[in-house]
């Protein structure tokens, strides 16, 4: 028997709802009426089976990325395509760039099905963005994704060429081998996003600090893509030289990724302490999202 997704309408009536297995996804589009209806059918139609594709072809999915792939999924392929550029240097699976993949993909069906003035797919602080005409989009940052309140904000123009932004971290949904907080980073799609964001996160480290806690990623979930490598269960106290040192760390792998065009810039937050890269201004906001007006939470 096949197994449907959940497919609603959130309560404000504008956000629509689709969620299967660990796929959780919020999309809004903007545009006429039948414009935003023919979207959201797209969207819904796009995802029923979407999980079982990738489910087809997990094993080689959850393998370390390798120069040619032999996956045949859309989605899949565009997963491998993400990290592809850091497999030479690191170990990466396709599983890395998952979120920003999919929420491309629906936007993408989305997109095949109307013109929309506006759109973005959010899966999980993973985002997918369309911005037509003179549109542009506000995007709240957290300090943490486990904790609320926007701190800070971000604007992405119709002009940018970022359309996609990820965020990475320690206490995200998944594991970390570093020790930020939060890692955000801005790229011309969501794919790219997330497999830079990963990376990114992965650099923002102090190896060997007695105050930091790691553990097999394979004794706390058998399944796991990463295997037996250490994945970060807990930060003690860090003087402030110590997050300096982990924080640039992490910069100067932003500032490379960079250099290479691979993203367009990224936030990276460890201990209520911040780093800027790339030429997005990042605005400074009061702890409360209503603040923001038209955003969605990275």
């Given at each position: 028997m096949t197994r449907l997704p959940q497919i609603a309408l959130l309560s404000d009536g504008r956000r629509l709802h689709l969620q299967d297995g660990p796929i959780d996804l919020v999309i809004e589009a903007r545009g006429r009426a039948d414009a935003v209806r023919a979207a959201y059918e797209a969207a819904a139609k796009r995802f029923t089976g979407l999980l079982d594709e990738l489910c087809a072809e997990l094993p080689e999915l959850r393998a370390a990325a390798e120069e040619r792939t032999s996956l045949r999924g859309v989605v899949a392929r565009r997963m491998h395509a993400a990290v592809a550029p850091f497999a030479a240097?690191?170990?990466?699976?396709?599983?890395?760039?998952?979120?920003?993949?999919?929420a491309?993909?629906?936007?993408?069906?989305?997109?095949?099905?109307?013109?929309?003035?506006?759109?973005?797919?959010?899966?999980?602080?993973?985002?997918?963005?369309?911005?037509?005409?003179?549109?542009?989009?506000?995007?709240?940052?957290?300090?943490?994704?486990?904790?609320?309140?926007?701190?800070?904000?971000?604007?992405?123009?119709?002009?940018?060429?970022?359309?996609?932004?990820?965020?990475?971290?320690?206490?995200?949904?998944?594991?970390?081998?570093?020790i930020a907080?939060?890692?955000?980073?801005?790229?011309?799609?969501?794919?790219?996003?997330?497999?830079?964001?990963?990376?990114?996160?992965?650099?923002?480290?102090?190896?060997?600090?007695?105050?930091?806690?790691?553990?097999?990623?394979?004794?706390?979930?058998?399944?796991?893509?990463?295997?037996?490598?250490?994945?970060?269960?807990d930060v003690g106290r860090l003087s402030?030289?110590?997050?300096?040192?982990?924080?640039?760390?992490?910069?100067?792998?932003?500032?490379?990724?960079?250099?290479?065009?691979?993203?367009?810039?990224?936030?990276l937050q460890l201990c209520g302490d911040m780093l800027v890269i790339g030429p997005k201004d990042i605005e400074r906001q009061e702890a409360r999202p209503g603040k923001l007006e038209n955003a969605v939470h990275a």
């Amino acid at each position: 028997m096949t197994r449907l997704p959940q497919i609603a309408l959130l309560s404000d009536g504008r956000r629509l709802h689709l969620q299967d297995g660990p796929i959780d996804l919020v999309i809004e589009a903007r545009g006429r009426a039948d414009a935003v209806r023919a979207a959201y059918e797209a969207a819904a139609k796009r995802f029923t089976g979407l999980l079982d594709e990738l489910c087809a072809e997990l094993p080689e999915l959850r393998a370390a990325a390798e120069e040619r792939t032999s996956l045949r999924g859309v989605v899949a392929r565009r997963m491998h395509a993400a990290v592809a550029p850091f497999a030479a240097d690191c170990f990466i699976t396709p599983m890395a760039a998952v979120a920003g993949s999919v929420a491309e993909e629906i936007l993408g069906a989305m997109l095949g099905a109307a013109t929309l003035d506006q759109a973005y797919v959010n899966n999980g602080g993973d985002i997918a963005l369309h911005l037509g005409g003179c549109e542009h989009f506000s995007i709240g940052l957290m300090d943490r994704p486990d904790r609320g309140g926007v701190m800070r904000a971000l604007r992405v123009d119709a002009d940018d060429p970022v359309r996609g932004v990820a965020t990475s971290g320690r206490h995200g949904r998944s594991f970390s081998l570093g020790i930020a907080d939060a890692v955000t980073v801005l790229a011309a799609t969501a794919s790219q996003a997330d497999a830079a964001a990963t990376v990114i996160a992965n650099a923002v480290d102090m190896p060997g600090h007695p105050a930091i806690i790691r553990q097999p990623a394979s004794e706390l979930q058998p399944d796991s893509d990463l295997g037996p490598c250490l994945v970060t269960r807990d930060v003690g106290r860090l003087s402030h030289d110590e997050i300096a040192t982990a924080l640039e760390s992490g910069a100067e792998c932003a500032r490379q990724l960079f250099d290479r065009g691979l993203i367009e810039g990224a936030v990276l937050q460890l201990c209520g302490d911040m780093l800027v890269i790339g030429p997005k201004d990042i605005e400074r906001q009061e702890a409360r999202p209503g603040k923001l007006e038209n955003a969605v939470h990275a």
